[in-house]
Structure formats: structure tokens, C-alpha cells
């Protein structure tokens, strides 16, 4: 009886190991890190405003609402594709929408938002990424849900469609509404 | 006199000919030092994190040698070129310049990245398995064996 279960043994372990490699391969999601920041406050950040030439943008303006603060830059491509749904969103779905223009040029930003329009309230010039780093965000796009005391609740990492929208960040944002 | 002359002649059209020939010389000597000082500059390795002291270059080394670059995971922020682990080494730089203490730091890193930013996970619940394992199939493969 013994001998017979040790030699089953090896292929026990190999399909154990073969079950842990075929998790890793099709089912987990190595880039879906949640945000260390979770719960807590927003850096207290003020940077200046993009198209309000002498002001600024400080964290303590998306107090009071539920908003989301998005992480673009004019070089990252997913962006692009993003921002088409961010402007339906902003249309239709009316939710505070505020973001941070990650190591770019001012100048790219401005005729950016001319060419394809601009679903932003206020959007704050992160030349150096120093922002970037004390969000901790990983690259662009990123969308964080600010609730109305101004902690950050929720982070999406990439490019944000309409069926994740939907399904995902709309019902957290209304609920955070009715909090 | 006319052959004085003509001694004499000669000899200062030496001279000249010398002076051109020192200055030509020179402009050799001068060309072959510009090129001698610029290849300098390029043969020299550029350090570019210098510390005044030999203890911070150091902490550096550790640090960017145990922080994981987040974005190509499975590197550290020494090896990478990602333009974040670029910015995050950046940043290192300035705290330590800052006199600020390895504590600090770790905490500025897992504050805003969580512990997966560094190489080596912290022993806590959530890893305990992954810490406790080796030592548990050693164990289990010593078990098998005796029995």
C-alpha cells in the first residue's frame, strides 16, 4: 500500500506544480496591483493649471464631490484611445472629472485638448512626474475615484472603456455618492 | 656689403621660415590637445549619482539594487531603463541627499507603492506560507524519505 503511494507521489507534485503554472499563465493579473494609497488622503499636491495661465491646481479642490483624477500625457497612446470615452463620460454621465498632465510638454497638452476636446475641469502640470511618484502610479492612463472627503477609493490602471465604466467605476462612484 | 647682404638674407629668411614652421607646430600641438582633452571626456565614466560620501553611495547602491522596478516587475531599479525606474532612482538620489535615513525611505517607498516595490517580501501574514514553504517541503521530503 505504501509503495504504491509513493510513486504516485512525483506526479502529485508535478500536477500540482503544472496547476500553479497554468493559474499563473491564463488567469492571474500580474499588472493589477491595488494602489498602496487606498483609504488615505490625496497628497496635498499644487501644481499649475494648464489652461489658466498663473493658477494653480490643489488637491484641496476635489473636496466636497466625488470626482476622478486622471494621469495622461500627450506621449502615451493609450490615452488617445481613452480619451474619447472620457468625454462621453463627462457629457453623459456628469461626474467631476479633474486630471494630471504627466511629464509633458504644456505646449503638446494645450493643442491636444484643442484637437480632441477637453472633458477636464481643471487639469495640473506635472512636468518633472514628481506627483506621478507620490500617487504612486505605475504609468499612463491611470483614473483614481476621489470621494468628498478627498481620499483616494479607487484606482483603474490603462486605458478606461465604456463596459469597465459601466460595470466597474460607475456603480462606486454613485455609491460613494450616497455615502 | 652686397655679400654681407646676401649672408644675411639667407639667415633671416631661416628665421621666418622657423617661426612659421613654430607656428604651425603649434597649431598641430594645439589641435592634437583639443582632441587629446575632448576624447578624455568621453573616455572618463560619468558618474551620474555622485555622493561626497563613500557610506551614502553605498545606501544608494542597496537601495536601487532591492527596489523593484514596478513597471518591468521582475527587475530591479538598478537594471532597468524604464523611464519610472529612472525617475525613482532620481528620487532615492534626493532623499539620501537629504540626509534622509534607509526607515525613511522604505517607509517613502512603500507609502506610495506598497512592500511589492521591494525585492524582498516582508515576513508578515500574508507571506508567511511563501516564507514557511521551502522549510515545510523540506520537512515533508525528509518524512517521505525516513518513512
Redesign the interface.
Known amino acids: 500500500m ?1 509503495k504504491a503511494n ?1 510513486t504516485l ?1 512525483p506526479f502529485i507534485i508535478l500536477a500540482t506544480l503544472l496547476g500553479f503554472l497554468a493559474y499563473e499563465l491564463f488567469h492571474a493579473k ?1 499588472q493589477a ?5 487606498i483609504g488615505q488622503s490625496l497628497p496635498n499636491f499644487r501644481l499649475p493649471s494648464l489652461l489658466e495661465p498663473g493658477k494653480n491646481f490643489s488637491a484641496a479642490e476635489l473636496q466636497g464631490r466625488v470626482s476622478l483624477l486622471n494621469i495622461w500625457a500627450t506621449w502615451c497612446s493609450a490615452c488617445r484611445i481613452e480619451h474619447e470615452t472620457l468625454i462621453i463620460i463627462n457629457q453623459r454621465d456628469h461626474v467631476p472629472l479633474f486630471s494630471i498632465d504627466y ?1 509633458d510638454n504644456p505646449e503638446d497638452a494645450k493643442l491636444w485638448l484643442k484637437n480632441l476636446g477637453n472633458p477636464y475641469e481643471k487639469i495640473g502640470e506635472d512636468t518633472q ?1 514628481d506627483l ?5 502610479i ?2 499612463t492612463p491611470e483614473t483614481f475615484i476621489i470621494d468628498k472627503q478627498g481620499k483616494i477609493r479607487y484606482r483603474h490602471v490603462g486605458a478606461l472603456d465604456e463596459n469597465t465604466w459601466q460595470e466597474v467605476l460607475l456603480p462606486l462612484v454613485r455609491q460613494y455618492e450616497r455615502e | 656689403m652686397r655679400e654681407n647682404k646676401s649672408l644675411v638674407m639667407p639667415a633671416q629668411a631661416g628665421i621666418q621660415l622657423s617661426t612659421q614652421m613654430l607656428r604651425f607646430f603649434l597649431l598641430i600641438l594645439a589641435l592634437f590637445l583639443l582632441f587629446l582633452t575632448s576624447t578624455f571626456a568621453y573616455a572618463t565614466p560619468q558618474d551620474l549619482y555622485p555622493f561626497s560620501s563613500p557610506a551614502d553611495a553605498q545606501r544608494f547602491q542597496a537601495f536601487i539594487k532591492t527596489t523593484r522596478c ?2 518591468c ?1 521582475n527587475q530591479t531599479l538598478a537594471e532597468s531603463n524604464a ?2 525606474a529612472k ?2 532612482r532620481d ?1 532615492i538620489y534626493t532623499l539620501i541627499k537629504d540626509q534622509q535615513s534607509d526607515a525613511d525611505i522604505t517607509a517613502f517607498l ?5 512592500t ?1 516595490i521591494f525585492m524582498r517580501p516582508p515576513v508578515n501574514y500574508a507571506t508567511l506560507a511563501l516564507w514557511l514553504a521551502p522549510l515545510l517541503i523540506f520537512f515533508l521530503t525528509i518524512a ?1 524519505l525516513v ?1
Open positions: 505504501k509513493f507521489m500580474p496591483l491595488p494602489s498602496a494609497l511629464k512626474g506621478g511618484i507620490d500617487l504612486g505605475y504609468g | 514596478v513597471v516587475q523611464p519610472l525617475d525613482l528620487k512603500t507609502q506610495r507603492y506598497g511589492f517521505f518513512l
